[in-house]
C-alpha cells in the first residue's frame, strides 16, 4: 500500500514536469506554437469536461446544458471587461459566482421535482437552448453579434498574452487544480454521498443523504468551475457570441469527453480530451479543405464506436486490461 | 395587431403542427416502447426528404407519390440502424443510449454532406403555387394537404397499435418487455418493427414536405428539436398527446412570432417545455405525478 | 493509479506524433510554391456559401497560375491551403493558428461569417500574419485599428448607405417615393449588423421605420412574419436574408399578394443562383443591392468561365473571393517577397484599377483601416429570372419594373 502511494505521487508529480516543461520543448520545434495551441484546447477541454463529470459522473445526473454555466462565465467576464474595464482575473470570479447562483436555482428547481436521468438532460439541454435565444435578443450582451475581447497587446494583468505558452499555463493550472478538486471529491464524504445518489437514491435516502441538497451541491461545484473555463475560453478565442457558447453544441462538446474517457473518475474526462482533441484538430486539418464534413463524420463514428463496444470509456478498457494482471491489486 | 394577421397565423401555425405532430408522433412510438431517445430523428427526415426530392427531380414522381418510396424506405432504413446500433445498447445506461445517437446523427448529417454537398434543394412541384383566399386568409395547398395527410397517417397507425396482433405485441412489449417475452412475444424483433414504424412515420412526413420545404444536410436539426418538445409536452409515449401537442407548438411557434419580437416565440416554447418536465412531466393528458 | 502513468506515455507518444507530422519549412529566398490559407464555413449550415466563396478564390488561384505566377519571384505559384471553420468561432481561431503555425501560409483570405472573421482576424493580427476579408459584413472588422487586416467587400454601412440611397433616388426612376418602411431579417449577427446600419442610415434620409421584424433563420414558415411586416403597411421592406428564409419571404409575398410594396434584401438569399430556380416567376420583381451583376460592363467573361468550371452563375461572394486572390497577387509581385512585413506594406500600398478589378466600383485601394475605399454596389431586380442591374443609372441595362 504505502509503495503504491508513493508511486502515485511519483507519477503525478513527473507527468506534472513534463507538462510544465513541454513548453520549452516545443519553443525548440518547428511550428511548436500550433502543437501548444492544440495542448491548450486539451487542456481547456480536460478542464471543462472534468468539471462537468463532477455533476454528471460523480452525483450521475447527466446536464446536456453546461453551456449555460460556459456561457455566463464568458459573457461576464468579457462584459465586465469591455464596458468597464474590470480585469477578467476578476470578472472570472464575479462569472462563477452568477452561474453558481444559477446552477443552485437549477439544481434546486430540477431536483425539487424529481426529475431524474432522461427528464434532466432534456430539461437542461432546453434551458441552454433558451438560453441562446433569449442572449441573442438582447442588444445590450450584443445580441447574435456577441461581445469580443479586444486585443490590448501582452498583458498579465488582463489575462491576454503574445505567446500560447502563457495560456498552455493558465490553462495547466486550472485543469490541475479541477483535476485535484475532483480527486479530493472521490474520496471525500460529499463525494462517496454524491455516488450513493447516483448508484441508488432509495438506498441514499435510507441511509440519511439529502438527496435534493447533495446534488444541487454537486451543480453548484460543477457550474462555477464551469463559468472559470468560460472566462479562459473568452480570453482564448477573444470572442464569444450565443451559438459558440450557449446552446446544445457546445454542452453536448462539454461531457463527450467525459463519456468517451470514462464517467465518473477522476481521469477519465481529461484522458478523453487528450484523445479527442488532437483527433478532433487533426482530421480536420488533413481532411476539412477537401472532403467538408468528413472529420466531423469521423468524430461521429468514434462516439458511436465508443459506446457500442467500450461503454465504460477509456479507462473503463484499461481497468479491465489492468484487473487480469494480479499484481495490480495492490493499487486498489 | 389585426386580426387577419392572427387568424393568418393560427391557420399556418395549423398546418405545421400537423407536420410536426406527425414527426413527433414517430419519436413517441420509440420512446414508449423502448425507452430511447432518439436524438438522430431528424436526421431520419432529412434521408427520407433527400429521398422524396430525388424521387421527384430525377424519377419525375409526383410529390405525393414518392410515399410508396419513403415509406417502405425509411422504414427499412430505422430497421436497419436499429439492428446494428440501437440492439446492442437496448440495457446500457440512458446517457450512453443519448450519445450514440447524437454520434449517429452527426454521422448521417455528415455524411449527407459529403455525398449531396451542403446545397438547400427545392423540389419544384406544381402544387406550391395552388394558394387559395379565405377572406383576407391565404390557405396553401401544399400545407393543407400535408395538414390532413399527417392526421390521416397518424389515425392510421392508431388503428395499426390498438387494433392488430403487431400493435398489441408492440403495446404489450412497451409496457412490460419481460412479461412480453414470457407470453411468447418475440420482444427484440418487436422493438425492430416499432423502431422501423418509426422512422416510416418520418418518411411520411418527408413526402408530404417536400412540395413546399427545402431539404439540406442540417434541415433535420430543428425538426429533431421540435420534436422532443413535443414528445414531452404531449406526454412522452402518449401518442394522442403528441398529436396535439404537435399542433399547440405549431400555433404558438407562429402566434408567437406574430406578437413577439424575433425568435422570443422559440424562448416561449422552451419555456413551456421545461415547465411542463418540471410539473407536470407525464404531459397534457398524462395523469398527476403523487 | 495506473491510469498516471498511461496518461505519462499518452502524452510522450502525442508530442513524438505532433512533432513528426509537421510539415517540412520552405526554405529562404524564392520558393517555387507559396502557400495561401484560405478559411470559409466548408462544413455546416453554411457549407453551401461556404462553397460559393470559396470557388471565387480557386478560379482566381487557377487564373494567376496559368498566367505565369508570381513573376517577380520567378514565377511562383500559388497554393491554397483550406482551413474549414464549421462556422464556429473557436473553430476559425484554431485554423488561423494550423494555418499560420503548422502550414506556413504567407497569408490568408476569408471567411465570409462576421462572428468567425472578428476573432479569426484578430489572431491574425497577434501573429502579425496578413489577412484579406473578402466578403465578412460588420463594421467592426476594419474599425479595430488593426495593421494586418484588410477588407476588399463593403462593410454593413456601404450596403445599408446604397439601399438608402437608391430609395430615394425612387422617384427619378419612375417610382414612388418612400416615405416608411418595415425591416425583416434573420436574426443571426448578419441580420442584426445589417439592420443596424440600415437603421441609422433610413434615419439620416428621413425615411421613417415602422417596424422591425426578426426571425430565426431555420424558420419552417415565414408568412406570418411577413404579414406583420406589411401590416403596418410600408412603402417598402427592406430584408437581410440567407437563402431558405429567402425563398420562404418570396413564395410568402406572391400568397399574400403583396406586390405593391417593394422587396429589397441585403445581397442574401435572393443572389444565390438556387433561389431563383426554386421560384421561378415568383422571383420576379424582388429587389436586391448586390457586388456583382454578369451583365454589367466586362463581368460576362468572367462570368462564363466560373460557369464552365463551377456550374453555377458567380455571386457577389465569388466575386469578392476573386478579386481578393487578385489582389494578394498584385501583392505578392509588388514585394517581390513572402516576408511578411514587406508583404504586409504591399498589400497596404495596393491600388488597382482596370482589368484586374471585377468589382462594380473599379478600384482597390485600402484605407488606413485597412477598408477598401472603393466599395460600390449595383441594385438589380429580378427579371424574367434574370438578376438585371437597374441602379445606379450609369450600369443600369434594364428598367426597374413596379408592381407586378
Known amino acids: 500500500m504505502k509503495r503504491a502511494h508513493r508511486l502515485r505521487i511519483l507519477g503525478l508529480a513527473g507527468g506534472l514536469l513534463f507538462l510544465s516543461l513541454l513548453p520549452l520543448a516545443l519553443q525548440r520545434v518547428n511550428r511548436g506554437e500550433y502543437y501548444l495551441h492544440v495542448l491548450t484546447l486539451v487542456l481547456l477541454y480536460a478542464y471543462l469536461s472534468t468539471a462537468w463529470n463532477i455533476l454528471g459522473g460523480f452525483a450521475g445526473q447527466h446536464s446536456l446544458g453546461h453551456g449555460i454555466f460556459l456561457g455566463i462565465g464568458a459573457y461576464t467576464s468579457t462584459l465586465l471587461?469591455?464596458?468597464?474595464?474590470?480585469?477578467?482575473?476578476?470578472?472570472?470570479?464575479?462569472?462563477?459566482?452568477?452561474?453558481?447562483?444559477?446552477?443552485?436555482?437549477?439544481?434546486?428547481?430540477?431536483?425539487?421535482?424529481?426529475?431524474?436521468?432522461?427528464?434532466?438532460?432534456?430539461?437542461?439541454?432546453?434551458?441552454?437552448?433558451?438560453?441562446?435565444?433569449?442572449?441573442?435578443?438582447?442588444?445590450?450582451?450584443?445580441?447574435?453579434?456577441?461581445?469580443?475581447?479586444?486585443?490590448?497587446?501582452?498583458?498579465?494583468?488582463?489575462?491576454?498574452?503574445?505567446?500560447?505558452?502563457?495560456?498552455?499555463?493558465?490553462?495547466?493550472?486550472?485543469?490541475?487544480?479541477?483535476?485535484?478538486?475532483?480527486?479530493?471529491?472521490?474520496?471525500s464524504r460529499l463525494g462517496y454521498w454524491m455516488v450513493a445518489v447516483r448508484e441508488n437514491e432509495d438506498a441514499a435516502a435510507a441511509l440519511g443523504v439529502d438527496l435534493v441538497r447533495t446534488k444541487v451541491i454537486a451543480t453548484v461545484v460543477s457550474a462555477v468551475l464551469t463559468a472559470i473555463g468560460g472566462t479562459f475560453y473568452a480570453q482564448y478565442f477573444t470572442f464569444v457570441n450565443p451559438a459558440s457558447v450557449f446552446g446544445e453544441g457546445p454542452s453536448v462538446q462539454i461531457l463527450l469527453y467525459s463519456i468517451i474517457g470514462g464517467l465518473g473518475t477522476v481521469w477519465g474526462s481529461a484522458i478523453g480530451a487528450l484523445v479527442l482533441v488532437p483527433i478532433a484538430e487533426f482530421t480536420r486539418a488533413r481532411l476539412g479543405g477537401t472532403f467538408a464534413g468528413v472529420h466531423l463524420l469521423i468524430y461521429g463514428a468514434i462516439l458511436m464506436v465508443v459506446m457500442l463496444f467500450m461503454p465504460q470509456g477509456i479507462v473503463g478498457v484499461v481497468q479491465k486490461v489492468v484487473r487480469r494482471r494480479p499484481r495490480a491489486k495492490e493499487d486498489r | 395587431m389585426n386580426t387577419s394577421l392572427l387568424a393568418q397565423a393560427a391557420v399556418n401555425g395549423l398546418f405545421i403542427g400537423g407536420v410536426f405532430a406527425l414527426i413527433s408522433i414517430g419519436l413517441t412510438l420509440i420512446w414508449g416502447v423502448m425507452r430511447i431517445i432518439n436524438f438522430a430523428h431528424g436526421e431520419f427526415l432529412m434521408i427520407g426528404m433527400y429521398i422524396a426530392y430525388f424521387a421527384v427531380v430525377r424519377a419525375g414522381l409526383d410529390p405525393y407519390l414518392t410515399l410508396l418510396v419513403t415509406v417502405p424506405a425509411l422504414f427499412l432504413v430505422g430497421a436497419l440502424i436499429f439492428w446494428g446500433t440501437i440492439r446492442p445498447v437496448l440495457s446500457a445506461p440512458s446517457m450512453n443510449q443519448i450519445l450514440l445517437t447524437v454520434g449517429?446523427?452527426?454521422?448521417?448529417?455528415?455524411?449527407?454532406?459529403?455525398?449531396?454537398?451542403?446545397?438547400?434543394?427545392?423540389?419544384?412541384?406544381?402544387?406550391?403555387?395552388?394558394?387559395?383566399?379565405?377572406?383576407?386568409?391565404?390557405?396553401?395547398?401544399?400545407?393543407?394537404?400535408?395538414?390532413?395527410?399527417?392526421?390521416?397517417?397518424?389515425?392510421?397507425?392508431?388503428?395499426?397499435?390498438?387494433?392488430?396482433?403487431l400493435g398489441r405485441a408492440i403495446r404489450a412489449a412497451s409496457q412490460n418487455s419481460r412479461a412480453a417475452q414470457l407470453m411468447g412475444i418475440n420482444v427484440r424483433q418487436t422493438y425492430l418493427v416499432a423502431f422501423g414504424i418509426g422512422s416510416a412515420c418520418l418518411g411520411v412526413a418527408a413526402s408530404l414536405m417536400i412540395p413546399f420545404y427545402y431539404v439540406s444536410p442540417t434541415v433535420g436539426i430543428f425538426f429533431g428539436t421540435i420534436a422532443f418538445v413535443i414528445v414531452v409536452l404531449g406526454g412522452m409515449g402518449n401518442f394522442l398527446g403528441a398529436l396535439v401537442a404537435g399542433v399547440i407548438i405549431g400555433l404558438t411557434e407562429s402566434l408567437g412570432a406574430a406578437v413577439l419580437p424575433g425568435s422570443l416565440a422559440r424562448v416561449f416554447t422552451f419555456a413551456v417545455f421545461v415547465l411542463f418536465l418540471l410539473f407536470r412531466p407525464t404531459g397534457i393528458f398524462g395523469r398527476r405525478q403523487g | 493509479?495506473?491510469?498516471?502513468?498511461?496518461?505519462?506515455?499518452?502524452?510522450?507518444?502525442?508530442?513524438?506524433?505532433?512533432?513528426?507530422?509537421?510539415?517540412?519549412?520552405?526554405?529562404?529566398?524564392?520558393?517555387?510554391?507559396?502557400?495561401?490559407?484560405?478559411?470559409?464555413?466548408?462544413?455546416?449550415?453554411?457549407?453551401?456559401?461556404?462553397?460559393?466563396?470559396?470557388?471565387?478564390?480557386?478560379?482566381?488561384?487557377?487564373?494567376?497560375?496559368?498566367?505565369?505566377?508570381?513573376?517577380?519571384?520567378?514565377?511562383?505559384?500559388?497554393?491554397?491551403?483550406?482551413?474549414?471553420?464549421?462556422?464556429?468561432?473557436?473553430?476559425?481561431?484554431?485554423?488561423?493558428?494550423?494555418?499560420?503555425?503548422?502550414?506556413?501560409?504567407?497569408?490568408?483570405?476569408?471567411?465570409?461569417?462576421?462572428?468567425?472573421?472578428?476573432?479569426?482576424?484578430?489572431?491574425?493580427?497577434?501573429?502579425?500574419?496578413?489577412?484579406?476579408?473578402?466578403?465578412?459584413?460588420?463594421?467592426?472588422?476594419?474599425?479595430?485599428?488593426?495593421?494586418?487586416?484588410?477588407?476588399?467587400?463593403?462593410?454593413?454601412?456601404?450596403?445599408?448607405?446604397?439601399?438608402?440611397?437608391?430609395?430615394?433616388?425612387?422617384?427619378?426612376?419612375?417610382?414612388?417615393?418612400?416615405?416608411?418602411?418595415?425591416?425583416?431579417?434573420?436574426?443571426?449577427?448578419?441580420?442584426?449588423?445589417?439592420?443596424?446600419?440600415?437603421?441609422?442610415?433610413?434615419?439620416?434620409?428621413?425615411?421613417?421605420?415602422?417596424?422591425?421584424?426578426?426571425?430565426?433563420?431555420?424558420?419552417?414558415?415565414?408568412?406570418?412574419?411577413?404579414?406583420?411586416?406589411?401590416?403596418?403597411?410600408?412603402?417598402?421592406?427592406?430584408?437581410?436574408?440567407?437563402?431558405?428564409?429567402?425563398?420562404?419571404?418570396?413564395?410568402?409575398?406572391?400568397?399574400?399578394?403583396?406586390?405593391?410594396?417593394?422587396?429589397?434584401?441585403?445581397?442574401?438569399?435572393?443572389?444565390?443562383?438556387?433561389?431563383?430556380?426554386?421560384?421561378?416567376?415568383?422571383?420576379?420583381?424582388?429587389?436586391?443591392?448586390?457586388?456583382?451583376?454578369?451583365?454589367?460592363?466586362?463581368?460576362?467573361?468572367?462570368?462564363?468561365?466560373?460557369?464552365?468550371?463551377?456550374?453555377?452563375?458567380m455571386t457577389g461572394n465569388s466575386v469578392h473571393s476573386y478579386q481578393a486572390g487578385l489582389v494578394l497577387a498584385d501583392a505578392l509581385e509588388r514585394a517581390g517577397t513572402t516576408e511578411k512585413n514587406a508583404l504586409r506594406d504591399a498589400i497596404a500600398r495596393t491600388d488597382m484599377s482596370g482589368e484586374k478589378v471585377v468589382l462594380p466600383s473599379g478600384r482597390v485601394q485600402f484605407g488606413e483601416d485597412g477598408q477598401n475605399r472603393f466599395a460600390r454596389l449595383y441594385v438589380v431586380q429580378i427579371q424574367k429570372g434574370e438578376l438585371m442591374p437597374v441602379w445606379p443609372p450609369a450600369v443600369a441595362t434594364a428598367k426597374i419594373q413596379f408592381g407586378q
Not at chain 3, 470559409?40 to 470557388?55: F, H, K, T
Not at chain 3, 497569408?107 to 462572428?115: E, K, L, N
Open chain 1, 81 to 187: 471587461f469591455s464596458r468597464f474595464g474590470v480585469t477578467p482575473w476578476l470578472g472570472m470570479w464575479v462569472g462563477a459566482l452568477l452561474a453558481g447562483a444559477v446552477g443552485a436555482f437549477i439544481g434546486f428547481l430540477c431536483f425539487r421535482y424529481g426529475l431524474r436521468g432522461p427528464y434532466f438532460a432534456l430539461a437542461t439541454i432546453a434551458l441552454a437552448e433558451a438560453m441562446r435565444y433569449v442572449v441573442s435578443n438582447i442588444p445590450y450582451l450584443g445580441g447574435a453579434r456577441g461581445l469580443e475581447v479586444v486585443w490590448k497587446g501582452h498583458n498579465l494583468a488582463i489575462f491576454q498574452f503574445s505567446t500560447k505558452a502563457w495560456y498552455y499555463y493558465v490553462a495547466l493550472f486550472f485543469t490541475v487544480i479541477c483535476l485535484a478538486i475532483s480527486a479530493w471529491l472521490n474520496r
Open chain 3, 1 to 313: 493509479m495506473r491510469t498516471n502513468r498511461w496518461l505519462l506515455a499518452l502524452s510522450v507518444l502525442l508530442c513524438i506524433a505532433l512533432t513528426s507530422c509537421g510539415a517540412p519549412s520552405a526554405g529562404p529566398g524564392q520558393p517555387k510554391t507559396i502557400k495561401v490559407g484560405a478559411l470559409y464555413p466548408l462544413s455546416g449550415e453554411l457549407a453551401q456559401i461556404g462553397d460559393n466563396v470559396r470557388n471565387g478564390l480557386v478560379l482566381a488561384v487557377e487564373d494567376i497560375n496559368a498566367a505565369g505566377g508570381i513573376r517577380s519571384m520567378g514565377g511562383a505559384k500559388i497554393e491554397l491551403v483550406f482551413g474549414d471553420t464549421q462556422g464556429k468561432p473557436d473553430v476559425g481561431v484554431s485554423e488561423v493558428d494550423r494555418l499560420v503555425q503548422q502550414e506556413g501560409v504567407v497569408a490568408i483570405i476569408g471567411c465570409y461569417q462576421s462572428a468567425v472573421t472578428i476573432p479569426a482576424t484578430q489572431e491574425a493580427e497577434r501573429l502579425q500574419v496578413p489577412f484579406i476579408v473578402d466578403i465578412a459584413v460588420a463594421n467592426k472588422i476594419t474599425e479595430r485599428g488593426f495593421r494586418w487586416v484588410f477588407r476588399v467587400g463593403p462593410k454593413a454601412d456601404s450596403y445599408a448607405a446604397d439601399q438608402v440611397a437608391f430609395l430615394k433616388d425612387l422617384p427619378s426612376l419612375g417610382g414612388p417615393e418612400i416615405r416608411k418602411v418595415a425591416l425583416l431579417h434573420e436574426d443571426t449577427d448578419w441580420g442584426q449588423s445589417t439592420a443596424e446600419a440600415q437603421k441609422r442610415f433610413l434615419k439620416e434620409a428621413g425615411i421613417e421605420v415602422l417596424t422591425e421584424v426578426t426571425y430565426p433563420a431555420n424558420a419552417a414558415d415565414l408568412t406570418t412574419e411577413v404579414s406583420k411586416a406589411a401590416a403596418t403597411n410600408p412603402d417598402a421592406i427592406l430584408t437581410v436574408t440567407y437563402l431558405n428564409d429567402a425563398v420562404l419571404i418570396t413564395q410568402a409575398r406572391e400568397k399574400l399578394g403583396l406586390k405593391n410594396i417593394l422587396f429589397m434584401d441585403t445581397a442574401g438569399g435572393t443572389i444565390d443562383p438556387e433561389y431563383i430556380q426554386r421560384l421561378g416567376s415568383a422571383a420576379d420583381g424582388m429587389l436586391t443591392v448586390v457586388e456583382f451583376s454578369k451583365f454589367a460592363k466586362g463581368s460576362a467573361e468572367l462570368n462564363e468561365r466560373y460557369r464552365a468550371r463551377f456550374g453555377e452563375d
Open chain 2, 104 to 165: 449517429l446523427s452527426l454521422v448521417l448529417q455528415n455524411l449527407a454532406l459529403v455525398f449531396f454537398k451542403a446545397d438547400v434543394l427545392f423540389a419544384q412541384t406544381p402544387y406550391a403555387k395552388m394558394n387559395y383566399r379565405i377572406g383576407s386568409v391565404v390557405l396553401e395547398m401544399p400545407k393543407l394537404i400535408a395538414f390532413a395527410g399527417s392526421v390521416l397517417a397518424a389515425s392510421l397507425l392508431y388503428w395499426l397499435l390498438q387494433s392488430t396482433d
